[in-house]
């Protein structure tokens, strides 16, 4: 019995000391989930994206050279096979192959078009030689009126004046008769030759045609240009180029060529925090695929321009990311995390935004511990804290939520509204010039560009936010288009002048 006895007094002491020590953590626990401190330190402005890792620099895989040239009618050309992305590669190597079956029968039409030119080409060729011969024949005829008047003539010396007159009439109108005739042959043959070389011009050209036209049948096979790893080239919209999609004269890009010793994070930010992002600013980086790694690099450009993505409502700009060093393991296509430091600020007071409450009239307090509303003026913010610039001191104890019975705390800081109202007032202000500056830059850009120049919101917008590889295929296209366009007119001068030799020796010969 006495053994009983103690046992259960030992139980009900564990009991007891159990419950204290779970009385006495519960209080902690709600102690430290009601109650935080006011920190001194750093603060950061961080703008947090997301991202995907891209190649800085790539060397393009693109369909057959000579698509956009004057001559050719080629428009979208269906990729039929494709490599599988990520595969290595060497120079030469076979990539992708292009659907012909279009292209065929373009080129078909054109070789028709070609041999009805051709024939055409024949029988200018037989009517010119009827024509002149034809020509030639009555100037004959026309030759010999002249010299049977000219003997007449000659005969009648001996007859009546009358007579006489009359056989130098005849004598005249049969020479007069045939110099017209002469003139006239000379001006069918100058005619036959301009003809002629119009002809034989058009033929050079139908066969030129199909000769580029051939050419770029015999590249509807891709290799790769360089060694590499094959990636996808990305859409306008966001997608990957693959088996089914097109490419045109304007974007004959099948995919790329990355070059993985310098990496970039394309980024979107939205319009709220975009005011914020500038250029050289820091950024830390995490990779999805690895996220025990840590990465740095910097911001190297920011969209001018918004955009509409794909699927959403809001707009944002683009940012691009230089990565500062770069690993083997890093592949384009991962996903990135971003954080941009906008921001920095040394030995500041902060604390958490569930701290900050506000007034009808948008006065920010908080509540102390010690049963105190202090009024604060607050600074910056980012996504999770606040700086405090007056009304808070380093360690005092804050209210995370709501208190009980709120009304009971006393109002104190009162004499920093005025301070508040002018920060209000200056940061009004601030906001109102750079609206002004802003109009004022795009009234004088518009003025710049002379009548009939204006350029559309949506090609603008376009333009602004092209990548600088989409700003070199359009540059090089154009340049490729005025070197055609320059050849072009050296080959058909050329033509012109070996082919009007030989359109000339033609006339002759007919």
Known sequence: MKKTLIISGIVVVVAIIALIVFNRLTKKDEIAQLYTEATRGTFEIVVSTTGE??????????????????????????????????????????????????????????????????????????????????????????????????????????????????????????????????????????????????????????????????DVLDQFTVTAPAPGMVIYKREWSGEKRKVGSSISPFDPVVATLPDLSSMISKTYVNEIDISKVKTDQPVRITVDAFPDKKYRGKVISVANIGEQLPNTDAKVFEVIIKLDEVESILRPSMTTGNQIITHTFNDVISIPLECVHATEDSIPYVYERHGVRQIVVLGESNENAVIVERGVEEGDQLY?????????????????????????????????????????????????????????????????????????????????????????????????????????QTVNQL
């Open 53 to 214: 890792l891209q190649a800085e620099n790539s060397t393009d895989i693109e369909g057959p050279q000579g698509l956009g040239g004057r001559r050719m009618r080629f428009r979208d050309i269906t990729i039929q096979d494709l490599i599988p992305e990520g595969t290595v590669v060497k120079t030469g190597d076979y990539v992708a192959s292009l659907d012909r079956s279009d292209a065929e029968n373009t080129l078909k039409d054109e070789m028709d078009e070609l041999e009805q030119m051709q024939n055409d080409y024949e029988m200018k060729k037989l009517d010119t030689t009827i024509t002149l011969g034809d020509l030639r024949d009555e100037i004959l005829n026309l030759r010999f009126n002249m010299q049977e008047a000219e003997i007449t003539l000659e005969q009648s010396k001996y007859e009546p004046p009358t007579t006489i007159r009359q056989s130098r009439i005849n004598l005249d109108k049969a020479t007069r008769a045939y110099e017209q005739a002469l003139k006239n042959y000379e001006l069918k043959v100058q005619q036959a030759k301009a003809n002629m070389r119009d002809a034989y011009y058009e033929l050079e050209e139908q066969r030129q045609t199909v000769r580029d036209m051939e």
């Open 400 to 504: 995370l939520s709501l208190p009980e019975e709120p009304e009971s705390f006393r109002l104190e800081g009162e004499e920093l509204i005025d301070i508040i109202r002018e920060k209000e007032r200056l940061k009004r202000e601030e906001e109102e010039k750079r609206e002004k500056e802003i109009e004022e830059r795009n009234k004088q850009g518009s003025q710049q560009m002379a009548p009939g120049q204006q350029m559309s919101p949506e090609l603008r917008e376009r333009l602004m936010n092209m990548s600088e590889e989409e700003r070199e295929q359009m540059r090089n296209m154009m340049q490729q288009q005025g070197e055609g366009q320059g050849q072009g007119g050296a080959q058909r001068v050329n033509r012109q002048e070996s082919g009007g030799e030989a359109q000339d």
